[in-house]
């Protein structure tokens, strides 16, 4: 599925241990990558009031979201 095609309807559901409960509306069952999921899933069950993790790995998406958070770093 390329990167335009994902709708929030397409997105496999799980519960916090990562378990399956949905394949989303694509059907092909995509799966769960366990790994990341279990990086995931430790920062929801310890942080309750984060309701969304955006895991970046393309360099400019890495260094614009690094300075972002600097920025705010430095306000707070």
């Given at each position: ?22 394949v ?8 769960v ?44």
């Amino acid at each position: 599925m390329l990167h335009h095609e994902v709708t929030a309807s397409s997105l496999v559901k799980v519960d916090m241990r990562g378990d399956v409960l949905d394949v989303g509306a694509s059907g092909i069952g995509l799966g769960v990558n366990k790994l990341g999921f279990s990086l995931h899933g430790a920062v929801y069950a310890s942080r309750p009031d984060i309701k969304c993790i955006v895991h970046l790995r393309c360099p400019s998406a890495v260094a614009v979201s690094f300075c972002f958070f600097k920025h705010f770093s430095l306000l707070s």
